[in-house]
């Protein structure tokens, strides 16, 4: 389903000058499909505009429309030079036809839609302004630092402002979608041509991420998906407004705690999740595997911490990427100082992380023992190495049971590493970064986390029933959940069997049903196969199978969300309705 850049179905050669030159010339008609929907005809082929042997797809030129609506998020930070080529953007004629296009396909006889086309003009008119200056100051400062950076970090924030006009009137008026997609058709080949001929090496910067073919599997944007029973199921679907509260809340608390916050990705292992993490900083992040942080790394985020112990294995890729982005590795053992010295990264020197154990006792060092000093005076002392900071995690919050218990754990996590770093200090050796954190502990942290500069929860972002469990949220705090279908209906054994199995949410949680059906709380998930599931009842009672026929969904909170978001490709977004999907996030794979 995921393919690479080249194998992308792209745009013919000579197309895209052609719909940008009927656009200006105001020449473009549109016809209606049979389900109503209205869709432009695109001119014939003009073999003429040849666009120098580069193809466009239409996830580029998204990517390209979206950059541009991105830096436009605060004009007072840019210097406003030129607006001499908004003209040749013509986005009167792209205007007026879309506003009347909504006039034409109102959904609601009280609403023609228009007035929220209208104010999402209000905005991207600045945005296009704001672009050309920008691309205006690029080609006159070519060297300029910090424009792609710029760039990449907004691009993110611009989708989901975007997205909140495209689906701002909720179900009722879910044509919005379809508008949107019609909008972006004709709006692609004017910005795409305008970056091509004005900025290429940004453009080609925005492009060289992975994308995703949306013609091989339905999608939001494709228009094939437009509610959850529109889904192939088992499917992973994640409530919106819930991840974006439970991000800006950890985001706030480590604040209130003078703390900064690392979050860890791997919960979601998402670039639009991680973007909520961050507070659209798109720094500073925690990876599990090298593929997560090749990934975002790619996806424009930069001061990464690697949190496994690093292996010698490893240090090709992870050199590859200390020399793209500040990237950190983490060691608790003096025996990989060799190894780190012996494979460089072009700066000549690796940024290293210390893990130490507060009591999970997993992975770290002792505090107390002399072999941990030990090893941080190595790495302060030796030109290959600077020494970043420590990081513990206190995993062992997961067998506490309620916020008293949890908070306990948390001092403990806390005082393992302030007073190691302490002792760092007393020998002459600062300690930049002083680190804790899981989502137990986070979630309930110390009153006061003195010398404590660093938090780094992860599962936070999704909650699930295993934190339920614990105490560290609510059922109202969990955004993600499983959707499977009834398949089958066995009277006999008082069962229904589901589309969903071991490979659609893992084994973890089975003595807890694998987690709980948030639509059906009498029901119980008893046993899983390898794609499929049997649901029974709670009570023993017979199963209703009326109320659960063939083809109706199920929702699954599951018990360990990273576990079963491990399971899919991708993790459909809804909106505050949990019906309309308004996003599909992809996911990263492998180690």
């Known amino acids: 389903m995921l393919q690479a850049d080249d194998s992308e179905q792209s745009i013919p050669t000579g197309s895209v000058p052609s719909v940008t030159a009927s656009l200006i010339a105001g020449e473009t008609t ?41 830096v436009a998020r605060d004009p007072e930070n840019v210097n406003e030079k030129l607006t001499t080529h908004t003209t040749q953007l013509n986005l009167d004629k792209v205007e007026a036809r879309y506003t009347s296009l909504c006039k034409a396909n109102a959904v609601d006889s009280d609403r023609d839609g228009s007035a929220v086309w209208n104010e999402f003009f209000s905005k991207i008119r600045p945005a296009f302004k704001k672009m050309v200056s920008i691309m205006d100051d690029v080609q006159q400062n070519p060297a300029k630092p910090g424009v792609e950076e710029t760039v990449e970090q907004q691009r993110v924030v611009a989708e989901q402002i975007y997205d909140n006009y495209s689906v701002s009137g909720g179900s009722k008026y879910k044509r919005l979608l379809t508008w949107k997609q019609e909008y972006w058709k004709q709006l692609y080949p004017i910005v795409s041509d305008y970056l091509q001929s004005h900025a290429h ?19 939001v944007r494709s228009g094939d998906v437009e509610r959850v029973t529109d889904l192939r199921t088992p499917a992973l679907v ?4 819930i991840v974006t509260r439970n991000c800006t809340q950890m985001l706030q608390r480590a604040a209130r705690l003078g703390c900064v916050l690392r979050p860890h990705v791997k919960t979601h292992k998402t670039l639009e999740g991680a973007t909520l993490q961050t507070g659209n900083t798109n720094r500073r992040i925690t990876c599990s595997t090298l ?10 985020f930069d001061d990464i911490l690697y949190a496994c112990p690093i292996t010698p294995d490893k240090l090709p890729q992870a050199a590859s990427l200390a020399n793209r982005r500040t990237f950190h590795v983490l060691v608790d053992n003096a025996a990989m100082l060799p190894h780190l010295a012996a494979h460089l990264p072009t700066s000549g020197c690796w940024s290293v992380f210390v893990m130490v154990d507060c009591g999970y006792g997993r992975d770290g060092v002792q505090g107390t023992d002399p072999a941990a000093l030990a090893l941080v005076k190595a790495l302060d002392a030796g030109d290959a190495f600077t020494f970043a900071g420590v990081y513990t995690h206190g995993g062992h919050s997961y067998d506490a049971r309620g916020s008293v218990a949890i908070r306990a754990v948390a001092e403990q996590e806390a005082a393992a590493v302030v007073q190691f770093s302490k002792l760092l200090r007393a020998h002459g050796v600062e300690c930049p970064v002083v680190g804790v954190g899981s989502t137990p502990t986070c979630s309930h942290p110390p009153l006061s986390l003195d010398g404590v500069t660093e938090m780094h929860p992860g599962n936070y972002a999704y909650y699930d029933v295993m934190q339920k469990d614990i105490g560290a949220c609510c059922q109202e705090d969990i955004a993600v959940r499983v959707a499977t279908r009834v398949v089958g209906h066995q009277p006999v054994r008082n069962t229904l069997l589901v589309d969903l199995g071991w490979t659609g949410v893992s084994q973890q949680g089975a003595e807890c049903h694998y987690g709980t059906f948030i639509n059906a709380p009498d029901l119980r998930l008893s046993k899983l196969k390898q794609e499929i599931g049997e649901v029974t009842s709670g009570n023993g009672l017979p199963l209703d199978y009326v109320k659960w026929p063939i083809g109706s969904i199920l929702f699954l909170l599951p018990y360990h969300a990273c576990a079963a978001t491990h399971q899919h490709q991708h993790a459909w977004v809804v909106g505050s309705d949990g019906d309309v999907v308004v996003d599909r996030w992809k996911i990263c794979k492998g180690w």
């Open 238 to 241: 994640v409530r919106l407004d």
């Open 30 to 70: 549109s016809t209606v499909s049979s389900g109503g929907e209205v869709r432009p005809e695109i001119p014939p082929q003009d073999a003429s505009n040849s666009r120098r042997g580069k193809n466009w797809s239409t996830r580029e030129m998204e990517m390209c429309a979206k950059a541009c609506i991105a």
């Open 291 to 300: 593929a997560e942080a090749e990934f975002f790394a790619n996806g424009g």
């Open 201 to 219: 090496y940004l453009s080609h910067r925005l492009l060289k991420r992975p994308r995703l073919d949306v013609d091989a599997l339905p999608s």
